[in-house]
């Protein structure tokens, strides 16, 4: 029997099964950051592996949405943020309606469209809870943030939702609050992610201790993760010789996985700034073979082309994400695909292909840095300059990946 339990507790603790989709988020209040910005990232685990950014102005408040490149995209957004500094994200919970026998499920898209086309703070998204016919059809962990200092999780299903505070120095006494796939107020011991979640409190408090909350730090230390919490490997450690050295790895429960389709950091504006401030930087496609682009609601719907929706729903730079994720999975039957080439990722000769990617994000952050630093205040010229960086950004990732892997992003 202690035997049948410890191997039943490392299942639930792994949350290993195909149907399972499997997000790991963090949210963390202004209060907190270095900046007084607060933060919300989702790296998003799904079905639908690609995914773009789309510009919405069919509600009270425009907004720039992550969504899937399927033809129902204009119905559901899976994270995003809006024109008053409103965002939102969220984690599947699968623990906060047990015994419920409600057939209505999996509407978390379209609730955090509705939000962000109609809300403006937390309060606002009470209230919308609140009122919405029940039941929901939801069973979820939603993150949100707002210009007024806001910062919480919503624990939410069918019925009822619970908030936790990141304000409520009790909760959390660094602002920062982590879910992925269980909600804290919901059954004990049910849901997934309990090893990721692991793995995000360790990276993440390292990152407070160290005062390093900047983006690039961040996705360096999440989104690129590849330490696993339960089995203590390091895929970063004794690295191959060279990408000749093939070195193939079973690769779940990381933070980063096969089923990783995008990641989403919001920056908000702090308290009392102009809304227009908050930005997002997204990495469109699998975390470990793309990078990240800036984007502002305030520059209006010419996003960058890369990141953007094309005629056919894809958006290039997460299509050509996808064929150098291809390289590192090269073995499609049976289990193949859940084993990652180390060799063509990292190596001792420093040719892998996020070694390779990585100079091209720096240069990234550095010019929008830059951009930051000297944008102006509001109106046309801050509109212009941001513009401006969007056409360097699609050339400077076009050449970059053409040059480096062949690969157009077209």
Not at 36 to 64: C, E, Q
Request: aromatic share 10%; charged share 20%; hydrophobic share 40%.
């Amino acid at each position: 029997m202690k035997k049948l339990t410890l191997i039943a507790f490392l299942m639930l603790l792994a949350g290993t099964t195909g149907e399972v989709w499997s997000c790991t988020t963090f949210l963390m209040s202004g209060k907190y950051t270095p900046d007084g910005r607060p933060l919300l990232y989702k790296n998003r685990d799904t079905g639908t592996l690609d995914n773009a950014l789309a510009y919405f102005t069919d509600g009270k408040y425009d907004y720039i949405g992550l969504v899937d490149s399927k033809e129902s995209w204009k119905r559901e957004v899976w994270g995003g943020f809006n024109s008053a500094g409103f965002a939102i994200m969220n984690s599947a919970a699968y623990n906060n309606n047990t015994g419920d026998t409600t057939r209505l499920a999996d509407r978390e898209g379209e609730v955090m469209k509705m939000a962000l086309a109609t809300c403006a703070t937390l309060a606002d998204f009470e209230k919308m809870l609140s009122e919405m016919p029940k039941p929901i059809g939801v069973d979820a962990n939603f993150g949100v943030i707002d210009a007024q200092g806001g910062a919480a999780y919503y624990e939410t299903g069918n019925y009822s939702w619970k908030k936790i505070d990141a304000n409520d120095p009790a909760i959390a006494p660094y602002g920062l609050i982590i879910r992925t796939n269980h909600s804290f107020t919901g059954t004990a011991d049910a849901g997934f992610g309990y090893i990721r979640y692991e793995a995000a409190s360790q990276a993440l408090n390292m990152a407070l201790a160290q005062k390093k909350l900047d983006p690039q730090n961040l996705f360096k230390s999440i989104s690129r993760n590849l330490s696993h919490a339960l089995t203590q490997e390091n895929l970063r450690d004794n690295l191959p010789a060279s990408s000749a050295d093939e070195r193939f790895r079973y690769f779940e429960d990381f933070i980063p996985r096969p089923s990783s389709a995008s990641v989403m950091l919001v920056v908000g504006a702090a308290k009392g700034e102009d809304p227009a401030k908050a930005m997002m930087w997204t990495l469109a496609g699998f975390p470990l073979t793309t990078v990240a682009v800036p984007v502002w609601v305030s520059a209006g719907k010419n996003m960058p082309a890369v990141v953007s929706m094309k005629e056919n729903l894809h958006a290039p730079l997460c299509d050509a994400a996808m064929t150098l994720k291809n390289r590192l999975f090269p073995i499609k039957r049976g289990s193949g695909p859940k084993y990652i080439n180390v060799a063509i990722l990292l190596n001792s000769e420093k040719k892998g292909i996020m070694q390779k990617l990585e100079p091209v994000e720096t240069e990234i952050f550095r010019k929008t840095a830059d951009l930051i630093a000297a944008l102006p205040a509001t109106g046309k010229q801050q509109k212009e300059a941001i513009l401006g960086h969007y056409k360097w950004i699609d050339s400077y990732i076009i050449q970059s990946y053409r040059e480096l892997f062949g690969v157009e992003v077209k």
